[in-house]
């Protein structure tokens, strides 16, 4: 069964820090897809990035940067010079092609950024 | 981009009373669905996954009979929570799949569910 690990639950940065969101998974299926998503304090889910487990190619979009290694099953977030508005929890998720693509979510890391 | 609409945002009612979510895909055919529930500081739990025109398939634990799920046609799931108690008190979230593959889930905004 498709697993995905949030060992951190809450990180506490200063503004201007950088901040590494770590997210461990487990899948027996070669196709599928890693998710990252922001949940903020309103509730709805803001979608960041999905990665298929074909492109091993790190990205980076502004200040967030995504580490995708699948020789450890990791997909770690990076967010360089942190915000007060980058407070929020943040969701790991994975889906597998032959799961009929239902999403499963990490248990979320609380990333308060302190001004 | 792909939209999903969900509706209400919010609902307070009585306990027993009966309470139906809306999921609406705005500008694609979504031919499945998902339900979710996150209880409060919790991650998100998949309920059910519904296909349009067939029976939502309902995971281990979710009792089907409590969460009724109707995904009638292409761009619109219901699920009704039947004489819901404070313990179903939570905050659910549906989720879109188009058609074809390697097709994104999009998210609704959520319904946080308070029942007194």
């Known amino acids: 069964a498709q697993k995905v690990t949030q060992a951190q639950t809450e990180i506490s940065v200063v503004e201007k820090e950088d901040v590494t969101l770590d997210c461990v998974y487990e899948?027996?299926?070669?196709?599928?897809?890693l998710f990252w998503y922001k949940q903020p304090p309103s509730g709805e889910l803001v979608f960041l990035i999905r990665?298929?487990?074909?492109?091993?190619q790190n990205e980076i979009s502004g200040r967030y940067s995504w580490n995708f290694q699948k020789s450890t099953s990791s997909f770690n977030f990076t967010i360089t010079a942190s915000q007060v508005v980058d407070s929020a929890v943040y969701f790991c998720a994975l889906s597998e092609e032959m799961n009929n693509n239902d999403m499963r979510f990490g248990a979320g890391t609380r990333l308060t950024v302190k001004p | 981009g792909a939209v999903v609409s969900q509706h209400p945002s919010r609902v307070i009612c009585k306990s027993g009373t009966s309470v139906k979510i809306e999921c609406r895909s705005l500008d694609f055919q979504a031919t499945t669905m998902f339900w979710y529930r996150q209880f409060p500081k919790q991650s998100l739990m998949l309920m059910a996954t519904?296909?349009?025109?067939?029976?939502?398939?309902?995971e281990q634990g979710v009792e089907k009979d409590k969460f009724l799920i109707n995904h009638a046609s292409l761009t619109l799931s219901t699920l009704t929570v039947t004489s819901a108690h404070p313990e179903d008190s939570s905050f659910y979230i549906c989720s879109a799949l188009g058609a074809g593959i390697h097709q994104p889930q999009h998210f609704g905004d959520g319904t946080r569910l308070s029942i007194l």
């Open positions: 519904s296909n349009e025109g067939s029976k939502a398939t309902y």
């Open positions: 899948t027996r299926d070669t196709t599928y897809y």
């Open positions: 990665r298929n487990s074909f492109d091993e």
